[in-house]
Every structure is written in C-alpha cells, then in structure tokens.
C-alpha cells in the first residue's frame, strides 16, 4: 500500500514495508522506569490512536516494556489494526521482580518472546523483530566479543515459519551485522545515537548503500541526558526545543534514519512531529556536527 502523508521526511522501506520515517517509540507508555502500567491508560491510548491520526505508520515497541503493559495498550487502542500499520518489536531481555533487565538470548527465551508478542498484540505474524544483543556498563556499547550467530539464526527460523516477516538487529556494530547478514536478511539496525554520540557515523552510511534503516534511540542521551551549550545556542537561535533540533539534525543526517521518539502525551507527540520538520540551515547543521566531533 502506498502512503500518502505530509509527516517530514517522507517514507523508507523495511525490506518490503513502506514506514514514515517519523515513527513513534511505545516505551514511555509503561508506568515510571518502563516498568507496571501507567498512571493514565486513557491517555496512553488516546496517544496511540493519534499516532495514526496524524499518519504515522512504525510503531517501535517491546513485549519487555512494563513488561506486557505496552503491548496491551497498542492492542487495546489499534486493533484491529490499519493496513498499513508497521509494528516494530524487539527480544533478548525481560524484565525481573526488581525491574532489572536481565538478558534472555538463549533460544528457549528468544522464541518464548517472539510468541509473547504475537499473543499480545493479537498478530499472526510480526512485521519486523529486532534482536537486541547485550550492551556495556552503560547498556548500550556494542560488545563485539558477543556471538550472534546462534542468536539471530533462532529468529531466522521463526521467520521461515511465519512468525516473522523481517528481521533487525540492535545494538550491534558492523561485524556482528554482517555475521547476521549471512544467516539472513538484516533490514534495520537500532542503536543509540545522537548529536554528540556520533561513533556510528560510517556504520549509517554503510547502511545506507545497503538500503538498511538505521534508527537511532536516545536522540537526547535518554536516561543521561546530553548536555550541550552548542546545543542549547542553536535552539534559542531558531526559537525551538533541544528535542526539536535534536529531532531535525537526525532526519537530515541521513536518508535511511528512522525517528521513534517517544512520549505519553497528545502535546508533545504533536511537539516531537512538528520539531522534526525543523529545516535547519547550513550554519546550523554545521555547527551541530562539530559537537560530536
């Protein structure tokens, strides 16, 4: 089906499915830390739903959040679903007692995942899955002593049986995407990634040869928020939001970057759309990529 919309950026595929590069990220939709329901379902779903209202089609989720609390709500507010809905999801974690996030890669643990996700968002087949690997002390460093091998070959055999329609990777450096490459198909790459985190410049590129989606998290440093005084100089200078600039800097980087910035409100979701049209000018762009430089 072909998209019409007026979102910025306009649409990339995802092996054969057309996305808006302006997504949206479901993690904020738990309660506190990612972690049991949120204090307003209402508002949770009330966020979904204008989601599609405003044309977006990638929804970037997790059965780990909450956990199940996020993909209850999508099923609860979208289903059934648009024809053109994306739904993006990812394995290899699961929340504990304590709301840790303990990995889950064994194979047991990946297709008991893949299974959680289809039951609860009421799927016979998952769009796209994304197979998270461990990160570092900060979570989210690529290791690249970390095999993937075994990891991505279980979801290469869910894709064969149907439960899959495509694959991705995250937090993942080139040599472990292309030990997936030889197993299967790779047609998106999920890393953090932002202005100043900028260690994944030839890896975007790489990827955009390759026609591979490369969709970064964390655009403002996530739980460590980035601090910047170049940053902050270029939005007071256009008179908009660091997210906004943080947002429109991404989308202009590269043309297989995807956006999924999340939130819980109705405002700021229309906040985060309209910040990533933000044209920047060219002393602008130049002075944010000397940040991470």
């Not at 964390?218 to 940053?231: I, K, M, R, V, Y």
Request: aromatic share 6%.
């Amino acid at each position: 089906m072909s998209i019409t919309t007026e979102l910025p950026g306009g649409t990339y595929h995802l092996g054969d499915l057309e996305v808006t590069r302006v997504g949206y990220g479901a993690m904020q939709l738990a309660g506190p830390h990612v972690f049991g329901p949120p204090a307003d379902r209402d508002a949770a779903i009330a966020v979904l739903r204008e989601v599609v209202a405003l044309g977006i089609n990638h929804i970037d989720t997790s059965d780990f959040y909450g956990p199940h609390v996020t993909n209850e709500i999508l099923r609860e507010a979208l289903a059934p679903y648009p024809d053109d809905l994306r739904i993006v999801t990812k394995v290899g974690a699961f929340r504990d007692e304590q709301g840790g996030w303990p990995q889950a890669l064994e194979p047991h643990q990946l297709r008991q995942a893949v299974d959680d996700n289809l039951q609860r968002l009421g799927l016979e087949t998952l769009d796209v899955v994304n197979l998270r690997m461990p990160g570092g002390d900060d979570t989210m460093t690529p290791q690249p002593q970390e095999p993937i091998e075994e990891r991505f070959g279980t979801l290469a055999e869910l894709q064969q049986q149907g439960k899959i329609r495509h694959l991705g990777l995250s937090t993942v450096n080139a040599e472990q995407i292309a030990a997936a490459q030889r197993i299967a198909p790779v047609v998106c790459v999920q890393n953090p990634y932002n202005i100043a985190r900028r260690h994944d410049d030839d890896l975007v590129a790489s990827l955009a040869e390759q026609g591979i989606a490369y969709v970064p998290y964390f655009p403002l440093g996530g739980f460590s928020p980035l601090q910047s005084a170049e940053l902050d100089a270029v939005a007071q200078r256009l008179g908009a939001s660091r997210l906004a600039v943080a947002l429109a800097w991404l989308l202009q980087r590269s043309p297989n970057i995807l956006l999924i910035p999340g939130t819980s409100s109705v405002d700021h979701l229309r906040e985060n759309v309209a910040g990533a049209g933000l044209e920047l000018p060219a002393d602008a762009v130049a002075e944010l990529d000397a940040i991470g430089s």
